[in-house]
């Protein structure tokens, strides 16, 4: 199993990375392969609908998000973790999945394991929440839950280390995480993956 943890926060060692690394460590003690990336200090640009991705199969704009894309394919799971900023996602970690998701239509990412992850000081962990899950929502993909919302509570720079409760529910989510992919790899070695019907777009054009 192969896991991908996006870390969405400006701050490459803040509590982000201390709920990510809660995962991770359960992870490794699991015998899961886990790749961090960050891109929250990175100039990651939002996406300009140019639609050149249908036909190159990457972003227009090279970046981190096609260095990105590859490690996305191979992955079992995915974790997206992100700080929350009036009460949503921040900027960065948004403009970068719009243009991941997006550029990567030819990557199929049916019954891949998505999970997020969201850090506050105190308000919006739920809202950022619901925001970020869509991306894997409406992808075939399934996500994976843990005892509580999975939010952890910090302000100051290592203060999410302090949120016990936050942090075990990381250790839920990867063990829950674990679990699933587990399962759905035996699924598809029986079973395989869900049956697909041709697309049809409705867009009550008159």
């Known amino acids: ?9 400006p701050h490459a060692k ?10 991770i460590k359960v992870f490794t003690e699991s015998g899961v392969e886990t ?14 609908a140019c639609g050149n991705c249908f036909n190159l199969g990457r972003c227009v704009f090279d970046d981190v998000v096609n260095e ?10 995915l974790v997206v973790g992100a700080p929350v900023y009036y009460g949503s996602p921040n900027g960065t970690i948004l ?7 997006y550029s990567t239509n030819k990557i199929d990412k049916t019954m891949k394991v998505g999970a997020s992850v969201v850090i506050c000081r105190r308000g919006g962990a739920s809202a950022s929440f619901d925001v970020l899950n869509k991306y894997f929502t409406i ?9 509580y919302w ?42 395989g993956l869900p049956a697909k019907e ?8 008159r």
């Open 139 to 147: 992808s075939n993909m399934a996500v994976a839950g843990s005892q």
């Open 150 to 191: 999975n939010m952890v509570y910090g302000l100051a720079q290592g203060e999410a280390a302090k949120d016990a409760e936050g942090l075990q529910t990381m250790r839920t989510l990867a063990r829950n995480m674990t679990f699933l992919m587990q399962s759905i790899a035996l699924g598809k070695e029986k079973f």
């Open 35 to 48: 790749n961090l990336v960050h891109v929250g200090g990175k100039d990651v640009r939002g996406c300009v």
């Open 95 to 101: 403009a970068f999945l719009d243009r991941l998701f």
């Open 1 to 9: 199993m192969k896991v991908l943890l996006i870390n969405g926060s």
């Open 198 to 205: 041709p697309w049809i777009p409705t867009h009550f054009i």
């Open 14 to 23: 803040g509590n982000t990375f201390l709920a990510l690394d809660e995962m």
């Open 68 to 77: 990105t894309a590859p490690l996305f394919a191979e992955a079992d799971g």
